[in-house]
């Protein structure tokens, strides 16, 4: 965390017809933020056939995006800074988060749940490559999610080293938004009697330790004669029931007893919740 307040940066795409969208954000930036990089990348400009027209295009995004930064200033009351980049997005946009000491990346997926292109394909290339390698946090909403004002925090856990990272942050999270939490287990084989009672005495003592710190807490395991897939499939479920506003993940493999958001599943909350999704790659914890 900064001393100075918590930094976010917002890449945004402002040839995106569904920019507007953004301004749905804005509630939950007030309480993620004290300042704001609002980052624009402009690629592929040798298609323009001269340097004035490069000066023109570059002119007019840059005041695109000034006014945005504006409008983000006007109605969050953060500090906000636009910021205009050339060359590749994924990279300029893990460049950025790392120059400007960012605690947390929040950016569209440009997919929509209902789209059948997005249903038979994985994220995007730049979605893809800053949830996978970012070194903070990474909250991302499809292009019709609610987002609304986080209240109740979905948190699935297994049974990996890394529950415990991914308690803190919810903790963190939910202190900062004054959100419960909601932990849910999902057991893909109901056969398998020793990995159930090891969940739920996670589940129980991971309860507890929420509880200590003051925040509403409830857990679920939920079982189903699937397979590793209808994990995610469960998540999106059970969070949709409860009326949630915000998943948060792990998006490295974990090996242990319980494979649990590899690769495709994690693509898969991403792109299909209803509500954002909080990415976070586990720390190496030496163990």
């Not at 402009?42 to 298609?47: D, K, M, R, S, W």
Request: charged share 25%; glycine share 4%.
């Amino acid at each position: 965390m900064n001393p100075s307040g918590r930094t976010v940066l917002l890449p945004v795409d402002l040839d995106d017809k569904t920019l507007f969208r953004l301004e749905r954000s804005y509630e939950n930036l007030k309480f993620l933020a004290d300042r704001i990089i609002v980052l624009y990348v402009l690629e592929n400009l040798g298609h323009l056939s001269s340097d004035r027209d490069r000066k023109d295009l570059i002119a007019k995004k840059d005041a695109l995006l000034s006014d945005l930064a504006d409008d983000i200033r006007s109605k969050t009351g953060a500090e906000v800074r636009p910021v205009l980049q050339k060359g590749k997005a994924s990279e300029e946009i893990l460049n950025a988060a790392e120059s400007y000491n960012a605690d947390l990346i929040a950016m569209s997926t440009h997919t929509h749940p209902e789209d059948d292109h997005t249903e038979k394909h994985t994220l995007g290339a730049t979605t893809n490559r800053v949830v996978r390698e970012s070194k903070v946090p990474v909250f991302t909403f499809n292009s019709n999610v609610r987002l609304k004002h986080i209240r109740k925090i979905v948190l699935p856990l297994d049974l990996t080293v890394e529950t415990r990272q991914k308690v803190t942050y919810a903790i963190d999270m939910a202190m900062l938004f004054k959100a419960s939490i909601h932990v849910v287990s999902v057991l893909w084989s109901t056969h398998i009697e020793d990995i159930r009672a090891e969940l739920q005495q996670q589940m129980d003592q991971v309860k507890n330790f929420i509880l200590e710190d003051g925040i509403e807490c409830s857990t679920k395991l939920i079982e189903t004669e699937g397979n590793t897939k209808a994990l995610a499939t469960s998540v999106l479920k059970y969070a949709d029931e409860i009326d949630a506003d915000l998943i948060m993940i792990m998006t490295q493999q974990e090996t242990k007893l319980v494979e649990f958001f590899l690769g495709s599943s994690a693509q898969t909350i991403i792109r299909l919740s209803n509500i954002p999704v909080m990415s976070i790659i586990p720390k190496d914890l030496g163990v």
